[in-house]
């Protein structure tokens, strides 16, 4: 196979992706490792890539410590309850500590934050903060790029593999990827890599099909690399049954937290009621769960998907009766509360403004339908799928630790953000500190381990082939039809996302199954799921843009593969609301309060699905 | 919600910042130069996620988006204007109605912030501690919680 030219980049420390965890862990290795070579590999422009790309409206993770406000036992007590009791005590403590100096530093960069008369944040709620936050991302990256050094930044890259050391499949030695913009391959030699790319939307057939596919909640430049990454090369996952499966308004999947607990409005169905008075009952069926306060998020999710099932839609998000009772019919107060509203969807999901200005909808005077949408995978938001890294040194147990916080399975391969599983709720702000806390991590990685880990050219020139075949595939059979989408030699990046969304949706419990599948179901889907990865090995692209899209359907399959062996593992329903077993309806503490891991055997293609133990620290 | 490039406005950047910033910006590489009539265009919207990143940087305000055709009636509009330091943005709905608001979106010029600036920490006494750079200041508290030390 003609190949193009290879360019190697030999660094210290190589940071995969630049988003909200890229750019701390930059931020951070520069000021350990001055010394050190901090290289950062990110598909897009650091500005604006990832999932803060878009903006945010708030900052949901802010203990407020220097205010008296929470304490980091206070974060993982209401974490554990919000999971459903599984988290990673030592991983979510870990974050709530340092979580406020990242906060602090965001502002000190230009990131405004609303205040109150005092000078002390305004609150939403008891974790989040509301900032003006068209900007976030640019105010993040910007000293990061500093940092680094520009000459260290290699953007328009798409890393599609991890490598591993020629004689130790369990030390991490680079990556590999391929230009974007430039007729390129890429051979990243690193002693320690940094996980730090996105959790996957689009895994799910979406509500919206056609143009709306890319109206994802989660970014849909979230393509699950952190999973489709790590897997491959026997990295042990965990949780990668969980999913999120958001409440939002309908279509434009704006945001609803402010609604809910800043303008304190009300979700009621088509016959006035509100969900949380009359299904209280269904709470009690999930102890000791389902009374803990605030109810957890699956929980609410479940009885407004009970009202939904039994025919009781639209739902309705009553942002006229909230708005009223705010304004208190004072003009003054209305439009500081209509100025507030709007600025919620324009600093974040621009969309959903524009689907009410479409609909000629005012929140003021005419409430707004809201919906359960489809599944997404992550780890950093109420999601909790990633990688089973080693906790910190003072926190963690003898079983969660094993010599580097945040270090995965295999050695000198670190992950923050999207990528570390079961360390949920950490938003914008808790993955930058994550991404920081790796960074550290890896500093210290380095000094005790400086040798440069061995590349097999050989192992790089068989992946460099790999990752330029849907160019070539396509080259060589183009001419076998004269309809160039229909051909039986490959199948398009567009093509295989819908089939891998179809096999999704139908049978691991997506939207058009209701969120329910069982194990039969299970095991016929990953039947389907096997046989799409043997085709993605025939995938074609006719340039360089779409090559990017076979990656990236690569890794959400991944995602997809792992998702549904996990979900068959746990013979349970442990998130009703986000998705049920058919043939587990019930919460079984007893048995499944533990993590379910999973590690794939390249060699011999082949799955080990285990359990870990959940262990209590905070009491 | 794709983007769509009017014709008539946009001029590629005119031969400035080394190409096109709708191109240069697009986090999912979707907006590209058709070299044939010099004008940027969105190569595949159906992955576009509606994100602005284009639109809030075209010189030229050139690029505008069309509500996704899955859910969006037509006739509305979001369009923002880059004004210091924020955007003032005007929101036109279906039925003529307009609003206009703007909004701050940073609070210090682009490219002065100072990374550890001030920070006391010592890069190799430090290391192995628990605390991050520059917390002894920026924390907010004292002391770095521990378990240990709640426990």
Known sequence: ?619 | MPTFVNPTACNACAGEHQGPLCVYICPNDLMALDLESNKGFNQEPQLCSECYACVKLCPQEAIHVRGYSDFIPLGASVQPRRVENGLTWTVTFRNGKVLEFTYPSRSTPVGSSEPYKDFTEDPAGDLKGQGLAGESHWLGVDKLPSLAASN
């Not at chain 1, 919000?82 to 709530?96: K, N, P, Q, S, T």
């Not at chain 1, 409440?247 to 609604?259: A, C, E, I, N, Q």
């Not at chain 1, 005077?365 to 992550?378: F, K, Q, W």
């Open chain 1, 1 to 619: 196979m003609a190949l193009p030219v290879t360019e190697t980049v030999e660094c210290d420390i190589l940071i995969i992706g630049g988003g909200m965890s890229g750019c701390g862990a930059a931020f951070e290795s520069k000021f350990w490792g001055s010394d050190l070579k901090v290289v950062i590999a990110e598909k897009a422009v650091i500005e604006r890539s990832g999932a803060t790309g878009e903006g945010l409206s708030a900052i949901n993770c802010y203990m407020g410590q220097r205010y008296g406000w929470n304490t980091p036992e206070d974060f993982v007590q209401y974490v554990v309850n919000d999971m459903m009791g599984l988290a990673r005590e030592d991983l979510v403590y870990d974050v709530g500590r340092h979580v406020d100096s990242s906060v602090h530093l965001l502002e000190e960069w230009g990131l405004p934050i609303w205040k109150k008369e005092d000078g002390t944040y305004e609150r939403i709620g008891r974790w989040q903060i509301p900032i003006h936050g068209e900007s976030i991302k640019p105010v993040t990256a910007e000293p990061a790029r500093k940092a680094v050094g520009q000459e260290n930044i290699y953007e328009r890259v798409s890393v599609t593999h991890l490598l591993t050391d020629a004689n130790d499949p369990e030390r991490i030695a680079g990556a590999v990827g391929f230009g974007v913009r430039e007729n390129k391959l890429y051979l990243f030699k690193a002693k320690a890599v940094i996980i730090t790319t996105g959790g996957a939307s689009n895994v799910f057939r979406p509500r919206s099909v056609n143009e709306g596919i890319g109206r994802t909640w989660y970014s849909v430049f979230a393509t699950g690399s952190a999973y489709g990454l790590m897997i491959p090369v026997g990295t042990e996952m965990t949780q990668m049954e969980h999913r999120f499966v958001p409440t939002r308004f309908k279509d434009g999947y704006g945001p609803v937290g402010m609604w809910f607990q800043y303008f304190h409005a009300r979700v009621t169905n088509a016959l006035g009621e509100d969900y949380t008075v009359t299904r209280d009952d269904e709470l009690d069926k999930y102890p000791p769960y389902g009374r803990a306060v605030p109810t957890p998020t699956p929980l609410r999710n479940h009885q407004m998907f009970l009202d939904i099932r039994d025919g009781k839609g639209p739902m309705y998000m009553r942002t006229e009766e909230a708005m009223q009772k705010l304004a208190g019919g004072d003009p003054a107060k209305m439009d500081q509360v209509r100025q507030e509203a709007w600025e919620d969807f324009l600093d974040m999901t621009i969309a959903q403004a524009l689907t009410w200005a479409s609909q000629n909808i005012e929140p003021e005077v005419t409430p707004s339908e809201v919906n359960l949408a489809e599944p997404y995978i992550m780890g950093s938001h109420s999601g909790e799928a990633g990688a089973w890294v080693s906790g910190p040194e003072d926190l963690a147990p003898p079983e969660y630790f094993w010599g580097y916080n945040k270090m995965t399975t295999i050695r000198g391969l670190f992950a923050a953000g999207d990528g570390v599983g079961a360390a949920p709720h950490k938003f914008s702000s808790g993955s930058f500190t994550e991404g920081r806390l790796a960074a550290k991590a890896a500093v210290n990685f380095l000094r005790d381990n400086p040798a440069a880990p061995s590349v097999s050219d050989a192992q790089v020139r068989q992946l460099h082939e790999s990752i330029w075949a849907p160019l070539e595939t396509f080259d060589r059979h183009q001419g076998a039809s004269t309809t160039e989408g229909i051909n039986p030699n490959y199948i398009t990046a567009a093509q295989a996302l819908v089939r891998l969304q179809k096999i999704m949706d139908e049978y691991a419990g997506g939207t058009s199954a209701w969120y329910t599948t069982n194990g039969p179901t299970l095991e016929r889907g990953i039947r389907l799921i096997e046989m799409l990865r043997e085709d993605l090995k025939q995938l074609g692209a006719r340039n360089r843009h779409e090559l990017l899209r076979c990656w990236e359907v690569v890794h959400r399959t991944w995602v997809g593969e792992a998702h549904m062996r996990h979900l068959l593992h746990r013979q349970e329903t442990r998130w009703p609301g986000y998705y049920y077993r058919a043939d587990y309806p019930d919460l079984d503490d007893a048995n499944w309060r533990v993590f379910v891991n999973s590690r794939y055997d390249a060699a011999n293609d082949q799955w080990s699905l285990m359990t870990r133990p959940y262990i209590n620290l905070v009491k």
